[in-house]
């Protein structure tokens, strides 16, 4: 006997599913993607996938995927469901991973990871739904639309000069070497149908044998964003749309691969040289007693793109970390790497900070003249200002700010090398304010040094930095 | 819904309550045995039915259907 019936790789109820009718899709009547999950379904059921199976659904009316696929799921930002595909798979090597995905998902806002995806020949199964349209979000122009289609935002039909023309993405994609099946199917007549079962089964079955990537482009029906019924927008998408994207298999190297072939994990990872890393940043933060601040710190470092600002906001934020503070760095810098400018608002507080940003601080450090200027009448009454004077020839008020006027680069350069003037600040910083001692904040210069030959000048940078304060 | 589980010979059902009311089934039929129903159901869309003869059983309707649990074919 042989009955068709719901498959077991659906929920037999779709209880994430809101609202009444729990058992019913929350696609409109005639839509393909009814059609796709039951292909897609039968076939885990047959292959005996489905415990095995991620399925990521993508942004798009299918984002619901996960009502209803009793396997795993995870759901993608938009356009990103073959680069979330390609990390569950690396790490999951013996899972089935399902990119499903519509027109305006996969063949515009995500067709860099599509063609990236494609072209490193990722293990994954891609299934593409091509309606020609974005029905989720009202009937727009998609990337597949078709020349002369409305569309609510090509009310008198899509023209090729204007928007371009509907992108093939099978031919596309077969221009690429790596993958391994690349197939258009439809969701048309019966005989279309069995085929398009058929290449479902085959993708997948290519993926469970490790051969490498598999896509299957589904050509749907959208009644509902066409403005047809499901009978004529069957018509018209089997009469039509075949033109533009023709029937057919694009790629077939599956009986040219050998088995497991595309696996892409990685053998030859040790996670043993790994942890020793992350371990000495971990004891490191962990090993000490928290110590208590006398008040919020509030920063502001600000100086040329190069001068280390940023690293020194990292620094404050580490010593403050170890201290078992809440801490929060936010760099702000244009878009060179040396030479234009950069500052970072670093808050060190016993309590949850709010906000990551500093518009009034308690601390400025300033490095160059420019920050000075954009600076200094922000920093709050009574609040100390650290100026570099080796650069910097302004002075501040120091009526009402605590100046602390330090020759850092010049002293850095006596230490070895200019470079190294942020942490001269820095020492410079926990002498001006005594939130930490010394010896504290040079305990986790160490461990969080990354080279281990500049340890000692940064040791001395930092102590002469704090000596000239105590002593000036 | 008939009870054809007793005699030997193919039926296609219907669930109500599923079915959208989009008709493909009734286009794919080889025997045209689907019709749709005058009643509403409580989405209030008109259901297709089988019309309870000359089924083989052959499938096509459950495939042309989107919805997955709304048509169930039995082939003894």
């Not at chain 1, 258009?184 to 290449?199: E, F, L, P, T």
């Not at chain 1, 949850?352 to 709050?380: C, K, Y």
């Not at chain 2, 010979?9 to 959208?20: D, G, I, S, T």
């Not at chain 2, 919805?67 to 003894?76: C, D, F, L, S, T």
Request: aromatic share 8%.
């Amino acid at each position: 006997m042989k009955v068709f019936e719901k498959s077991p790789s659906f929920y037999q109820v779709f209880e994430r599913k809101s609202g009444p009718a729990k058992e019913a899709t929350h696609y409109c009547p005639g839509c393909g993607h009814g059609n796709a999950h039951k292909m897609i379904a039968e076939a885990l059921e047959d292959l005996e996938l489905t415990s095995k199976t991620v399925f990521i659904s993508p942004v798009g009316c299918s984002v619901f995927a996960y009502y209803y696929f009793d396997c795993g799921n995870i759901q993608a930002a938009h356009g990103r469901a073959p680069a979330v595909a390609t990390g569950v798979k690396r790490a999951n090597p013996d899972s089935i991973v399902i990119s499903y995905q519509g027109d305006g998902d996969l063949a515009a806002i995500g067709t860099a990871e599509t063609i990236h995806a494609a072209n490193r020949g990722e293990n994954i199964t891609v299934f593409f739904v091509n309606n020609a349209i974005y029905g989720m979000t009202g009937g727009q122009m998609a990337p597949t639309t078709m020349i002369g289609q409305r569309s609510a935002t090509t009310p008198l039909g899509r023209v090729a000069g204007v928007h371009g023309n509907p992108i093939r993405m099978c031919e596309m994609l077969a221009t690429l070497p790596a993958p391994t099946y690349i197939e258009r199917v439809c969701i048309g007549d019966s005989k279309q149908i069995m085929k398009a079962r058929k290449a479902v089964r085959k993708a997948l079955q290519i993926q469970a044998e490790g051969k490498g990537y598999s896509f299957v482009e589904i050509v749907s029906p959208c009644p509902t964003g066409w403005k047809m019924d499901p009978v004529t927008a069957r018509d018209w998408m089997t009469e039509e749309m075949l033109k533009v994207f023709p029937l057919g298999v694009y790629r077939d190297e599956s009986g040219n691969r050998e088995e497991g072939d595309w696996h892409r994990h990685y053998e030859g990872f040790d996670p043993a040289k790994v942890n020793p890393y992350l371990d000495r940043l971990k004891t490191s933060m962990t090993e000490s007693e928290p110590v208590a601040l006398k008040q919020d710190l509030n920063c502001k470092f600000a100086g040329f793109g190069g001068q280390g600002i940023l690293t020194l906001g990292l620094f404050l934020s580490q010593i403050g970390m170890r201290a078992g503070q809440q801490v929060s760095w936010f760099p702000a810098y244009g878009p060179e790497m040396r030479g234009g400018t950069a500052n970072c608002s670093v808050n060190l507080s016993s309590r949850r900070i709010g906000s990551p940003l500093v518009d009034e601080p308690n601390v400025l450090v300033v490095m160059n003249q420019p920050s000075l200027d954009a600076f200094e009448d922000s920093v709050v009454d009574g609040g100390t200002i650290i100026i570099d004077t080796t650069i910097v020839e302004g002075k501040p008020d120091g009526k009402r700010l605590n100046a602390v006027m330090i020759p850092a680069t010049e002293i850095a350069d006596q230490v070895g090398t200019p470079k190294i003037a942020n942490v001269v600040v820095l020492g410079a910083l926990a002498a001006a304010t005594d939130a930490f001692t010394p010896e504290f904040c040079m305990e986790t210069l160490r461990s969080v040094i990354k080279k281990k030959s500049l340890i000692e000048m940064n040791m001395e940078a930092f102590r002469k930095g704090y000596d000239f304060v105590k002593n000036s | 819904m008939t009870d054809n589980t007793a005699v030997a010979v193919p039926f296609m059902e219907v669930n109500p309550e599923l079915c959208k009311g989009c008709q493909l089934c009734i286009g794919v039929c080889p025997k045209s045995v689907i019709a749709i129903s005058q009643k509403l159901n409580s989405a209030s869309y008109h259901p297709a039915y089988y019309t309870g003869q000359d089924c083989t059983g052959c499938g096509l309707c459950f495939y042309a259907c989107p919805e997955p649990g709304a048509i169930r074919v039995i082939k003894p």
